[in-house]
């Protein structure tokens, strides 16, 4: 198994902490390093780092969420 094949199946079992990120988290197939497919390869590290900010925009929306619903509690009861 090449490293990169071993890096993206890696990569596609990778959760945050048990949250589901809505839209999952597919990963596109490997492609070839002949040098050929560099636009398509551009396309596919885009496409990760848009799921990494979708994930980190969720958590930050979680936690926040969290911040707001704790100190409700500790001013209000």
């Given at each position: 198994?090449?490293?990169?094949?071993?890096?993206?199946?890696?990569?596609?079992?990778?959760?945050?902490?048990g949250?589901?990120?809505?839209?999952?988290?597919?990963?596109?197939?490997?492609?070839?390093?002949?040098?050929?497919?560099?636009?398509?390869?551009?396309?596919?590290?885009?496409?990760?780092?848009?799921?990494?900010?979708?994930?980190?925009?969720?958590?930050?929306?979680?936690?926040q969420?969290?911040?707001?619903?704790?100190?409700?509690?500790?001013?209000?009861?």
């Open positions: 198994m090449d490293e990169q094949t071993r890096m993206m199946q890696t990569l596609a079992g990778v959760n945050l902490a949250h589901s990120v809505q839209g999952g988290m597919a990963l596109p197939p490997p492609h070839g390093h002949d040098g050929t497919d560099g636009d398509g390869r551009k396309q596919d590290i885009g496409d990760i780092l848009h799921q990494i900010m979708t994930i980190t925009d969720q958590s930050l929306d979680e936690a969420a969290k911040l707001v619903s704790f100190k409700t509690f500790l001013f209000y009861d």
